[in-house]
């Protein structure tokens, strides 16, 4: 009998959005990987949308699948893997998304990965984003998926504490534990050398997915407060028509249409972060804004809300209270006009404490015990 190959991990992914927090962090993992010389595939539930993955296309397996809805590639990911499990090992699966979590447990649980260990990361706090039906969605896929995971990995302690109060029989073992997102300090400094076409020049920016969470309307509505306006906002990322035109419409309505730029998607925003006055995270709510990481390794003039865990506790980022214009407009003054020659010591410290040699050596080291 021919022996089956081997797939050291499988990552499942929504889409191929590499702007969100998630897919950033599972794309830095892959790349680890793949220069350790793992056998690697990626599977997203729909059809090719964005841009960005296009560096691994020789490294590793991509495989789309062809659906316009991800609640529909669910199904489609179901038959896809058990096909694929038929001549295939899969020694490791990893997802960041809740419902995909899911659906690798329950695919663990009647045994097409049987064999398989499981690792599921947290990549927001479900339980405080979400209500109703949408919430029993995702504890049904919790109490399907998690019982099965070999590893459950949380972002923060304020994570885990959240996680394990609303499901209090994942207590019962050992399998939750908390590692921040990782970074790659070698992609980051590579990327912080690029040049690019980028002219604007006296901005703010911002960075993520257009969605409420994201809290972009209430940036806009303090940079409108603020007294300087020569400054310029820059939002680099994209989302939803719906969304987008909700911003659009904010702008035109406080007549910043010259001021406000919504810039879409960029590939490499290390030497934007770099160019800009103040790097902003206005969130609303967040697992860990991996962002905020990204920035930090540019700039050393940062705000953010405290829209995750541990936020307050980094020393030299300018905090404030969420969902607040007020707070997030003094924060935006405080961060123009005070200086502190530590900040950029203090950044560097955290972001080498959260290496992806560290991340993946942690990892592992839960994994096998």
Known sequence: MKKKETIDWLF?????????????????????????????????LVNKKHHGWESLEDKCSIVYLDNNSVYRGFFSAAKYIRRLKKTIHIEHAISSQALINGLLGFLKYVNILKHTKLVLRESTSIFLRFKGFKLLLYKTAYRMGYKQANLIICQTPLMKEQLLEALPWLKKNDKVVVIPNPVNLDEISTKAQETLDFEI???????????????????????????DITLKLVILGVGTTEEERKLINQIEHLNLQERVILYGYVNNVYPIFNKARLCVVSSRIE??????????????????TKCAGEISNIKGIITCETHSVDALKEALNKGLINSD?????????????????????????????
Do not use: H
């Not at 794309?27 to 595939?41: D, E, H, S, V, W």
């Not at 804004?289 to 953010?304: C, E, K, R, Y």
């Not at 410290?349 to 994994?367: E, K």
């Open 341 to 369: 020659n530590q900040r950029e010591l203090y950044f560097n410290d955290y972001i080498r404490s959260r290496s992806i040699d560290s991340f993946i050596n942690t990892m592992l080291n839960q994994i096998n015990n």
């Open 201 to 227: 020049d006296n901005f703010l920016v911002a960075a993520g997915r257009f969605i409420p969470e994201k809290g972009f309307d209430i940036l806009i509505d303090a940079f409108n407060l603020l007294e």
């Open 12 to 44: 499942v992914l929504p889409d191929d959005l590499i702007g969100g927090g998630a897919q950033q962090v599972l794309f830095t993992i892959i790349n680890f990987f793949i220069a350790q010389g793992k056998n690697c595939m990626v599977v997203f």
């Open 287 to 304: 697992g860990f804004p991996n962002v905020l990481l990204q920035m930090m390794s540019q700039n050393d003039s940062v705000v953010s």
